[in-house]
C-alpha cells in the first residue's frame, strides 16, 4: 500500500519538475470562451490547461465529446465550462479520463494505474469533501474562492491516501473527496510561485 504511495509521489515530482521546465505562463491565461465560440478558441483555451510539451501532441474534446483537434500522446484536454465562473480547463491522461467518466456518471470509478491530470489555469469553486455537492447549501465543506493552478493525481487504491492531509488550506498536497471513491491528491501550484518565472 505504500508502495504506491511512495510511486504516486515520485511521479508527482516528475511531473512537477516538467511542468516547471515547460515554461507555462499562468499570467496571461486564455479567457474562458463561450462554448459557441470558434473551435480555435476552445482549443487555445484547453491547451492552456497543461505544460506545453503535453499540451502540443493532445488531443482536445469539448465534454459532450466532440473532437476539436486529434491527438497523438493519450492525454485529453477540454475548455472551459463558459455557464460557469471563473476559468478552469483540465488536461488529463488516459487514467484520469476514465476516472472522470465514472465521477460524471456517478458509478465507482475503477482505476488500474496511478492518473494525473492537469488544471494549471486553477479551477472553480466547489465542496472539499462532497463529490456531489452542487453549491454551499449542501452537504460538506465548501470553498466559494477558486482553486489554484494544480495537478490532479488518483491511485488505484484509495485506501493509500487515508491518513493525508485533508484541508485545502494548509500549504501542500492534500486529498480531495477523503473517504469516497472519488478520493484523489490535490496539489496546488501557486504554493510554490509562479512557474513562468522559473
Not at 510511486?7 to 459557441?36: F, Q, R, V
Not at 463558459?82 to 465521477?103: H, I, T, V
Request: proline share 10%; net charge negative; hydrophobic share 35%.
Amino acid at each position: 500500500m505504500r508502495t504506491r504511495y511512495f510511486l504516486a509521489m515520485s511521479a508527482t515530482a516528475l511531473l512537477l519538475a516538467g511542468c516547471a521546465s515547460s515554461n507555462t505562463n499562468h499570467g496571461s491565461a486564455s479567457p474562458s470562451p463561450d462554448l459557441s465560440a470558434p473551435d480555435s478558441d476552445l482549443i487555445k483555451n484547453a491547451l492552456s490547461a497543461a505544460p506545453s510539451d503535453v499540451a502540443k501532441h493532445a488531443t482536445v474534446k469539448t465534454m459532450d465529446g466532440r473532437v476539436l483537434r486529434k491527438g497523438d500522446n493519450g492525454w485529453v484536454c477540454f475548455p472551459d465550462h463558459a455557464a460557469e465562473p471563473g476559468n478552469s480547463p483540465r488536461c488529463l491522461d488516459q487514467s484520469y479520463q476514465g476516472f472522470m467518466k465514472a465521477y460524471m456518471q456517478k458509478i465507482e470509478p475503477h482505476t488500474g494505474r496511478v492518473g494525473f491530470g492537469y488544471m494549471l489555469q486553477g479551477g472553480k469553486p466547489g465542496s472539499d469533501t462532497n463529490p456531489l455537492a452542487n453549491g454551499p447549501q449542501d452537504k460538506g465543506v465548501w470553498q466559494s474562492d477558486p482553486r489554484p493552478p494544480h495537478i490532479m493525481v488518483v491511485v488505484p487504491d484509495t485506501k493509500d491516501l487515508e491518513g493525508l492531509p485533508t484541508d485545502s488550506d494548509e500549504a501542500g498536497p492534500w486529498v480531495m473527496w477523503s473517504g469516497t471513491p472519488y478520493a484523489h491528491i490535490m496539489i496546488p501550484l501557486a504554493v510554490i510561485g509562479d512557474l513562468s518565472e522559473i
